[in-house]
DNA sequence: TATTTATAGATAAAATATATCCATGATAAA
DNA sequence: TTTATCATGGATATATTTTATCTATAAATA
């Protein structure tokens, strides 16, 4: 089991863009180039986040991507899902009415023990990642962040970012 | 982000095999057999219920498999990880280090705040896992399920288990 | 209006992970 | 010694993830 990269990379680019003025952007090449990861494949996670409504888009040289809400109300798991897909990791496969021992579908109402057991536990998970807000995260990174990362951030965000028209 | 189909097979193992008298075992074909699914790929997740010390193994002829403790004992936690790993799903890169912005070692003393706050979420994964006993599901399988299913199992069984000498 | 720079979408190649099968060796019972 | 079983490793196939490329479309600017 394991999640994609693209999660990561999603998070960190939330966060960075938490840090613009309202209405600036950012192009995905500059997320790409801040991060040191291919641009190619991050653009199609930023479409996810912004078909999720977690982003919102700009076309045209000045635009780029930018928050469609602030960070207080955008939860690591609304990141998690708009990339990963909202698919349990745990898929019933309905072996139990399998092999000889199997019958027909009269026999099986209800959905199978193991597969609501292993819900419970992914719900649990769910719910552990709805509480992590983007405020929450962003406040604890700038008050643990060593001294000198801050300063070099805005100066590059000065830069790098845009302001739209619209 | 998906578990491998071997967690939901070994968890039904795991179900049927708490089912058996104390020393008795089924073999890797039977367990097969049982389920409908491919005795090859089975016997690899077995092997790793084995080394986890979930079941116990008996070579020879009469041989097969056995739980290694009382199903009160067996979490699902115990299973998922034997089978899937213990890796987390979510795997740090350090993309903070990297990009135009990225500082040397010293700059980064603590584990980044965004793997910490993925990490809450999968501890509590784990531990919903952990709540889930082998014992609590079977019985809860056994409540709820059609009547014609019991008596049906308990005949293969009859068919099919050995009981070893040692 | 034409040009530039950006996102959106579709496609495909490469790398990795998962699933399946098969052959061989070791173990213990008959 | 023969047989039925688990243990192991390798070969193959399928699925998923990662990366790159191409075309289309939208918006600002000259």
Tied chains: 1, 2.
């Excluded at 496969?93 to 609501?116: F, K, V």
């Excluded at 292993?118 to 060593?146: C, H, N, P, Q, W």
Aim: net charge positive.
């Amino acid at each position: 089991m394991k999640l994609s990269d693209g999660v990561e990379w999603a998070i960190h680019c939330v966060m960075l863009l938490g840090a613009l003025p309202q209405t600036a952007t950012l192009s995905g090449k500059a997320l790409a180039e801040f991060h040191g990861i291919p641009e190619s494949y991050l653009l199609k996670h930023l479409k996810r986040l912004v078909a999720s409504e977690i982003l919102e888009s700009v076309p045209g040289p000045r635009g780029g991507y930018r928050l469609a809400r602030p960070p207080k109300e955008i939860t690591l798991l609304d990141i998690v899902q708009a990339v990963n897909g909202k698919r349990p990791a745990f898929r019933c496969t309905e072996i139990r009415r399998r092999g000889p021992c199997g019958l027909d579908d009269s026999a099986y109402p209800r959905c199978c023990g193991i597969n609501r057991a292993m819900m419970r536990a992914e719900v649990a998970y769910r719910d552990a990642l709805a509480e992590e807000t983007m405020k929450g995260i962003t406040d604890e990174f700038i008050a643990s962040a060593d001294p000198r990362i801050i300063p070099l951030g805005q100066g590059w965000l000065a830069d790098n970012m845009r302001s739209p028209k619209s």
